[in-house]
């Protein structure tokens, strides 16, 4: 019986994947490459209208995206950090959620 199971399940196995031609599964991986390169390319897009040191009309390379949105992200974190030490000097309590303390270290 339990052979008998074994290989039912191996020959659904076999007509699953034979189900699809070699031009079918071409065009399902071209397809699935265009929505991941869509993906990437609409949050490079979220990047550049959140980092107001770049334009739409400048270059748009992904190390120029990067690069300046990394600088915007450092100059924030100065002001942060100005911001905490004014507040600090002038006796005020800084909730610790609004202090910047790095990466999480869980991955």
Known sequence: MNEELDLSENKRKQSKTAVLTEEEKKAHHIASEQKRRENIRSEFDRIVSLTPTLTSSE???ELNILTKS????DKLKEENEKLIASCRARGISVPEELIYKGPSSQI
């Open 70 to 73: 990394a600088d915007y992200i």
């Open 59 to 61: 270059n748009r390379s």
